[in-house]
């Protein structure tokens, strides 16, 4: 009887481990999951004016046009201070120092250079953070010497609450996307896998603007709004 029964027990002792090792890739495997991408968009006044204002001065010699420089840029520093600005607010962003050429043309058709002078460009940065005070900064400025830059950019100094809200949207938007996805396909959305905040820029949308340098009044400056985007990816279980 023992005899008999032998072959059967070791039959199914080979046969259970084969069964078994044949369900476990099924049991690991992932769950059914959908993918989705939420946007989320706030917008914001500005609370900040990065202006960039640049002095340059021509003379025969370095020296010449450096302390000439000097002395314009000095005057525009000072009334940027007189102004409310700040130290913290002022920061020299380049100084370039640049030979200027003549070329004339010789008999034998080469070029000759002929030192005429040297330029000096200064260029400051500025954050005003007083809006109603940009245009008469930047007009006093002109008045003071500033003849080249001019450029203005609207930022937000702190935007950290505008992003949190532009994230929530983004979840909110990823959530209705999943919904409508799953109703179509005709399955039932399950719980959040993974959210995945991606990679971005905060995108303000500045109004820049090329001021003219022959005012004698304050420019007129809009600010606008500022415009940031987020995007998050949510992965969601489906049942």
């Known amino acids: 009887m023992t005899k008999h029964y ?18 476990q ?21 500005p609370d900040l004016a990065l202006l960039s204002l640049s002095v340059m001065r021509e003379a025969k010699t370095a020296r010449e046009a450096l302390d000439a420089n000097n002395d314009a840029m000095a005057a525009v520093i000072a009334a940027m201070k007189a102004a409310g600005i ?10 370039q120092i640049t030979p200027r050429y003549n070329f004339n043309n010789r ?31 930047l007009d006093k400025s002109v008045s003071l010497g500033v003849n080249q830059g001019g450029g203005i950019n609207f930022t937000n100094d702190d935007p950290s609450a505008v992003l949190t809200e ?28 993974e959210i995945a905040d991606q990679s971005f820029q905060p995108r303000p949308m500045p109004m820049a603007k090329s001021v003219a340098f022959d005012s004698a009044r304050a420019v007129p400056i809009q600010a606008g709004e500022n415009s940031y985007n987020v995007q998050v990816n949510v992965t969601f279980e489906i049942k």
């Open 6 to 23: 032998l072959p059967l027990a070791l039959a199914a002792a080979i046969a259970l481990p084969a069964a078994a090792a044949h369900a």
């Open 25 to 45: 890739p099924t049991q690991n495997q992932p769950p059914a999951r959908i993918i989705v991408t939420g946007e989320g968009e706030k917008t914001v006044a």
């Open 86 to 95: 700040e130290d913290r607010d002022l920061q020299t962003s380049g100084i």
């Open 107 to 137: 008999p034998d058709g080469s070029q000759e250079a002929e030192l005429v002078a040297y330029q000096v460009t200064n260029t400051l940065s500025v954050r005003v953070r007083d809006l109603a005070k940009a245009g008469d900064i």
């Open 166 to 193: 532009a994230r929530k949207l983004a979840v909110q938007d990823a959530i209705a996307k999943a919904k409508v996805l799953s109703e179509a396909a005709g399955v039932k959305l399950g719980r959040v896998l």
